[in-house]
């Protein structure tokens, strides 16, 4: 079954970068949109950006001056950089998969999510 | 950016009653060329990811109980759950992926009365 699991620190300080890996299993990263999406302590959902199979990107203009989001097919792995982070993103931070065709950019398959808080 | 908004913000409902959510877009998500709705919800229950349960607006996601229906073009959909069991407790999110940034709406609260 696909199954996606987030990795890296649970804390950064403040105007750090933030650095996550989504690793991902029963399916190939040579298909679908790729999606970050956080969400604040007791807050709603925010989409940060997606990265296609192909390598192109879209960003949140939220967040774009900050945001990398890469895709390392060979290890079947999509990843998340933030730069000059503050406590505003502290959250707990999500990658998605998207459904089956082109069009289906709505987010079928989710990781259980990793916290990181921006604190010194 | 489409703006999401919900209505309620929450609600409480009897078990066995029905639930319904109101989501509306600031901007229509209708494609007239494949005549589809952008308009995905999700179900979060706490501690827990969200959870897909329906797409094109009214298209049920596998696995998802058929008490669970979507409806709606344009600028305002409805969530429905027909009879509301222990297990619906959650908040409900509307999304547009018609155009990026993609946004959810806030969120509704549900909870047995």
């Known amino acids: 079954q696909v199954q996606l699991q987030e990795s890296g620190p649970g804390l950064v300080k403040p105007s750090g970068t933030l650095s996550l890996t989504c690793t991902v299993s029963g399916t190939s990263t040579s298909s679908y949109y790729w999606n970050w999406i956080r969400q604040p302590p007791g807050k709603g959902l925010e989409w940060i950006g997606y990265?296609?199979?192909?390598?192109?990107?879209n960003y949140n203009p939220s967040l774009k001056s900050r945001v990398t989001i890469s895709l390392d097919r060979s290890k079947n792995q999509f990843s998340l950089d933030l730069r000059s982070v503050t406590a505003a993103d502290t959250a707990v931070y999500y990658c998605a998969r998207s459904g089956d065709s082109s069009n289906s950019r709505y987010n079928v398959y989710w990781g259980q999510g990793t916290l990181v808080a921006v604190s010194s | 950016d489409i703006v999401m908004t919900q209505s309620p913000d929450s609600l409480a409902v009897s078990l066995g009653e029905r639930a319904t959510i109101n989501c509306k877009s600031s901007?229509?998500?209708?494609?007239?060329?494949?005549?589809?709705?952008?308009l995905a919800w999700y179900q979060q229950k706490p501690g827990q990811p969200p959870k897909l349960l329906i797409y094109w607006a009214s298209t049920r996601e596998s696995g998802v109980p058929d008490r669970f229906s979507g409806s709606g073009s344009g600028t305002d959909f409805t969530l429905t759950i027909s009879s509301l069991q222990a297990e619906d407790v959650a908040v409900y999110y509307c999304q547009q992926y018609d155009s990026t940034p993609f946004t959810f709406g806030p969120g509704t609260k549900v909870d047995i009365k």
């Open positions: 990265i296609y199979y192909s390598g192109s990107t």
């Open positions: 901007q229509s998500v209708f494609y007239t060329s494949n005549n589809k709705n952008y």
